[in-house]
T-cell receptor, first 113, second 111 residues
Framework: DTAVSQTPKYLVTQMGNDKSIKCEQN?????MYWYKQDSKKFLKIMFS???????INETVPNRFSPKSPDKAHLNLHINSLELGDSAVYFC????????????FGQGTRLTVV | GENVEQHPSTLSVQEGDSAVIKCTYS??????FPWYKQELGKRPQLIID?????GEKKDQRIAVTLNKTAKHFSLHITETQPEDSAVYFC??????????FGQGTRLTINP
């Protein structure tokens, strides 16, 4: 079974559209993240949730809204997509209270045209 | 601010030689320092980690050293092989449950 799964793997959409990326982990972890990886490969943290509660929001435009219905899921909704949103978005999870390894999803390559 | 600095951004070594990547961090309370390898088109995956109660850890050809006083840690890869070519990221937990990555090092092993 895949530990952290995110869908879709590829997403091509026009400027101005609204889209969502879903993430699920079956590891029983208490913390989930969203990272954005741009063309220079920098992995920038966007959000962190601990047991369904938002604990980190890193100066991300409010067009990005994460939602965690339960501690195994963390979805990312993006409104009014812009060209600069094109990147690979990675979901990850860890048992951070125990400083354990973070497991990443396969990534979602978002292309805004 | 809270950050992790990583150097160099690119590194090219001859097959069989050693590679060293260095990172510094800002939060003296940090106690967990993982290293991730990301192959082209793949997800980042943990290759080794170190906690603040030890100064060095080794796993076959890979070793990590930690200097808590100076707030820096390094990744050492010996006897490099072509399959070591990838982007490597250091990371640290900063502040409240925030896993922050360095800028990444693109390592190329030349045959």
């Amino acid at each position: 079974d895949t530990a952290v799964s995110q869908t879709p793997k590829y997403l091509v959409t026009q400027m101005g559209n609204d889209k969502s990326i879903k993430c699920e982990q079956n590891l029983g972890h208490d913390t989930m993240y969203w990272y954005k990886q741009d063309s220079k490969k920098f992995l920038k943290i966007m959000f962190s949730y601990n047991n369904k509660e938002l604990i980190i929001n890193e100066t991300v435009p409010n067009r990005f809204s994460p939602k965690s219905p339960d501690k195994a899921h963390l979805n990312l909704h993006i409104n009014s997509l812009e060209l600069g949103d094109s990147a690979v978005y990675f979901c990850a999870s860890s048992q951070i209270s125990l400083t354990e390894e973070a497991f990443f999803g396969q990534g979602t390559r978002l292309t805004v045209v | 601010g809270e950050n992790v600095e990583q150097h160099p951004s690119t590194l090219s070594v001859q097959e069989g030689d050693s590679a060293v990547i260095k990172c510094t961090y800002s939060d003296s309370a940090s106690n967990y320092f993982p290293w991730y390898k990301q192959e082209l088109g793949k997800r980042p995956q943990l290759i080794i980690d170190i906690r603040s109660n030890v100064g060095e850890k080794k796993d076959q050809r890979i070793a990590v050293t930690l200097n808590k006083t100076a707030k820096h840690f390094s990744l050492h890869i010996t006897e490099t092989q072509p399959e070591d070519s990838a982007v490597y990221f250091c990371a640290a937990i900063l502040g409240a449950q925030k896993l922050v990555f360095g800028q990444g090092t693109r390592l190329t092993i030349n045959p």
